[in-house]
């Protein structure tokens, strides 16, 4: 029945593989893998049938370390390290030469299934470290690892009996309640590893979507959506640590223009370059987003004014220098907003943003403009309404 329904798990990783994105890679080697591991199971069985036990050995022992084989392949394919297939070589080729030497020119059934067991152990082992060190932190990847840990220790154990005692008990093809038992638990692990296997990947798929729909496929910065949530958690922390942030609303000038002149094609080239460049003059804690058509916003948490006009300034002078790798020359036009309550939502900084970016619109472009500050009824405005006009050069010598 296990082996049944290991079966079918492995049709349901087929599957996945041909239906998940071709990011999640790695699927159709564990399908592989689980029907070379059960059918390595059955073939033991077969000697039962009278099948030569020589056949047996060497057909039943191939497919168990392939089986093994290519679930590091799988695995190392999965988490984006690079297959071991030399690996997966070497362990098949000294199988078998191993079955062979101690079957035919020195039989010893002890060494044999030693040696046999000890590298299928390592192998284990090297598999259950891949996946601890490279796995998310997510029970699925626990119960894997764990399992792998599991089916190390239970492999080595077994070519420890057959060290020690040299004993029919841990020859699974003669029949008796050990090897029964044996091969049931062996059949057992497998199906949990199906299990395993399609739970992490599920895992995987699900992280996948949910960055997928926080996300701009064009430039593959934070659309409004995980704008909106790294917003919720910054705003989190300005509350937590009474600090101030910044927002600034950028947005390329007579973009049109560039669709008009040098087409659809380009003018997507030249936002996916404007987001490189924006991002290039920011930290690693600071996030970008496009909010559709030509427009960008970007957060700057822990900042105020003037480190953000600098900022701003950089972004301006990096898009000026722009117009390389076959793209036409184009500016940008930015509006920024400081938050220092955190009591203010975020449409209305957004909005206040805006205003800025208007207003460095039709004082001619390529320039910054500085958003008058949040007026809330309890607090009487400092500055006036509408924030002096700034060109880029004032911006950053009224900030030193
Ligand atoms: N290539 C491309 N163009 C887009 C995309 N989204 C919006 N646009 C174009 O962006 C242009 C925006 O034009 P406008 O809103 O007039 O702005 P603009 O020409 O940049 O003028 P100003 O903002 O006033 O400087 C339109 O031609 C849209 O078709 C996109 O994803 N790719």
Request: net charge positive; with cysteine; aromatic share 12%.
């Amino acid at each position: 029945m296990s082996v049944l329904m290991a079966i079918a798990m492995s049709i349901v990783l087929f599957s996945s593989y041909f239906s998940y994105p071709p990011e999640i890679r790695g699927l159709n080697y564990w399908a592989f893998s689980l029907l070379m591991l059960v059918g390595g199971a059955g073939l033991f069985a077969s000697s039962r049938l009278g099948v030569p036990d020589l056949v047996v050995l060497l057909t039943a022992n191939s497919a168990f370390v392939c089986g093994v084989g290519l679930t590091l392949i799988g695995t190392q394919k999965f988490y984006g390290l690079k297959p071991s297939w030399w690996l997966f070589s070497l362990l098949w080729l000294l199988c078998l030469a191993g079955i062979t030497y101690w079957h035919v020119w020195e039989p010893s059934f002890s060494a044999r299934v030693a040696v046999f067991s000890y590298l299928v152990s390592v192998y284990y082992f090297y598999l259950t470290i891949i996946v601890w060190r490279h796995g998310e932190p997510h029970f699925s990847t626990r119960f894997l690892y764990v399992l792998l840990g599991i089916q190390s220790v239970v492999v080595f154990t077994r070519g420890t009996l057959a060290m020690l005692f040299g004993s029919e008990l841990v020859n699974i093809m003669a029949s008796g309640p050990f090897q029964s038992l044996y091969l049931a638990l062996a059949q057992f692990m497998i199906l949990l590893l199906a299990v395993s296997f399609n739970t992490v990947s599920t895992r995987r798929l699900q992280g996948l979507l949910e960055r997928r729909s926080t996300l701009d496929p064009l430039t593959q910065v934070l659309n409004r959506r995980g704008f909106a949530d790294v917003y919720a958690k910054e705003l989190g922390l300005m509350r937590r640590q009474f600090t101030v942030m910044t927002v600034l609303s950028i947005d390329l000038d007579y973009f049109k223009k560039i669709n008009d002149t040098h087409g659809h094609i380009i003018g997507d080239r030249v936002l996916v370059e404007v987001a490189a460049l924006i991002g290039k003059a920011l930290r690693v804690s600071d996030h970008i987003a496009r909010f559709g058509g030509e427009e960008f916003v970007v957060l700057l948490p822990e900042t105020g004014l003037d480190r953000a006009l600098q900022i701003a300034e950089r972004i301006l002078k990096a898009v000026r220098a722009s117009g390389a790798h076959g793209l036409p020359p184009y500016t940008v036009s930015i509006g920024v907003a400081c938050q220092s309550s955190p009591d203010e939502k975020l449409d209305g900084l957004l909005l206040r943003a805006d205003q800025a970016l208007y207003r460095a619109k039709s004082g001619g472009r390529d320039r910054i403009e500085i958003a008058a500050p949040l007026v809330t009824s309890a607090v009487a405005p400092v500055m006036p309404l509408v924030a002096p006009v700034m060109t880029p050069a004032s911006a950053v010598a009224s900030n030193g």
